[in-house]
Each structure stands twice: as C-alpha cells, then as structure tokens.
C-alpha cells in the first residue's frame, strides 16, 4: 500500500486558471502591454511566477524582457490580493481526498505556486488542517522539476520515494515525480493534454478524481509490479 499521496495544486487539486491569467493581465495592463486569452495561460502556467511572466511577456512581444522587473513585481502585489479569484476544487476532489485519509494515508501538496499563497488557497478551499503537509515555492528548495521537495514531504512521513504517488497535470509534475523515483499519475482534467503527460513519464494517468482512493487498492497495477518489498 502506498504510504503518501503528493499532489500538485494548480490544474491538479484546484481550477485555478482564471486566477493566474486574471492577475497576469492585469499586471502586463498596468504597463500597456497586450493581454492574453485565460486558455494561453495553460502554457503560461506551471513553472513558478517568474516563469510565468517571462512566458506572458514574450507573447506580448517584449523579447528581451524589459519589464520582466517591474511586471513580476506587481503581479505579485496583485496576486497577494486575488490569489483565490474564482478558485475552487475540481469536482469530486474533496470526497476524493477524503477517501485517501479514510484509508491512512498521508497527504501534501507540493506546488510552485508562492509558499504563503499555496498554504491561502490550500486552506480556504480545503480547510486548515485537511492536508498533512503543504509546500509552496521557497528560496531554500529548489522548485520543480527538481526532485527536492518531493524527496523533503517522503523524508518527513518516513516513507521511501516507492511508497509515494505524485498526482500532477503538467510535463513538469511528471518530470518531478519521476526524478524523485515515485510512481507518477497524470491527471487528465487540468492544464495540459494526454500526450504531454505521456511522453514525460506518467505511470498512469486518471481522468476524474473519483479515481484516486482506488489507486491505493491496486498498486501492483502502476507502472507495472510493485510492493513495498521491492524499495531499495
């Protein structure tokens, strides 16, 4: 059985992408920049804030990145205020959730998302206490697709990098899955497509979230076979 479940937020637990693309626009608008349509920001998105902005500038034709500075700062600013616009759980998620706890296992989340504003979302959405662990972007780990912060939550619970799922919707959750050596899920219902989720590693991939407590049931069927007596 596995031990911990590790979830990505945005596009993975929450339908965040009004929100991204909403603070977004409004920051490149405060310097006259073009806008972008809330689907562009599915690419835009995933990758952390600076990312983020560096992606929306080269869209608005700003190559070189001349008000990466002032942009990403009151993006910041502007998501502080608004990280919660219109953000809510995918459906299903929560009894989901629920079910994984019912069976004893321990669950976090890991986003590059800014640490204060993941553990806000988090919170509001899910209520305090409900995850195990909650774990945003900060200076002293290293963001994904780095294996660090998925490698910290196992460390924390005892649990083996084998003993861990790590659920996500983009190329970057299934890269980071994979360096940490857990088996990886990909989920269908966020970002990105099927086809980017398989081509970077995903063990399996799930298309609703009423899927998640069952995995726990069949975790030979993951990857291929697997128990806990094969962690080394």
Same mark, same amino acid.
């Given at each position: 059985?596995?031990?911990? +479940?590790?979830?990505?937020?945005? /596009?993975? #637990? ?8 909403? $603070? ?8 006259? #920049? ?21 992606? +929306?500038?080269?869209?608005?034709? *700003? ?35 629920? @079910?994984?706890?019912?069976? @004893? ?30 774990? @945003?972007?900060?200076? $002293? ?22 003993? +861990? #799922?790590?659920? /996500? *919707?983009? $190329? ?17 219902? /966020? ?8 081509? $970077?590693?995903?063990?399996? #991939? ?16 993951? /990857? ?9």
């Amino acid at each position: 059985m596995y031990k911990v +479940c590790i979830f990505d937020l945005d /596009g993975t #637990l929450a339908d965040t992408l009004v929100s991204i693309a909403y $603070n977004a626009n409004r920051a490149l608008e405060a310097f006259g #920049l073009p806008t972008h349509p809330v689907q562009k920001y599915r690419y835009f998105a995933g990758d952390g804030a600076d990312e983020l902005i560096r992606r +929306c500038l080269k869209e608005s034709g *700003d190559e070189k990145l001349e008000y990466y500075t002032p942009v990403r700062e009151i993006y910041r600013e502007f998501f502080r205020e608004d990280c919660l616009y219109e953000v809510k759980p995918f459906d299903g998620m929560v009894e989901a959730l629920k @079910g994984l706890k019912e069976q @004893g296992v321990k669950i976090a989340v890991l986003s590059n998302k800014p640490h204060e504003n993941s553990i806000k979302v988090v919170e509001t959405l899910f209520g305090k206490g409900f995850f195990d662990y909650i774990q @945003g972007q900060q200076v $002293n780990i290293p963001r994904k697709p780095s294996p660090a912060g998925a490698l910290h939550i196992a460390k924390m619970f005892g649990a083996q990098p084998c003993e +861990c #799922l790590y659920f /996500g *919707d983009t $190329n970057t959750d299934m890269k980071t899955g994979k360096s940490a050596g857990m088996k990886t899920v990909g989920v269908t219902w /966020g970002f990105r497509e099927k086809k980017e989720l398989e081509e $970077n590693g995903a063990d399996l #991939l799930i298309d609703h979230p009423s899927e998640i407590a069952d995995l726990i049931k069949r975790k030979c069927d993951i /990857g291929g076979n697997h128990d806990s007596a094969d962690c080394e």
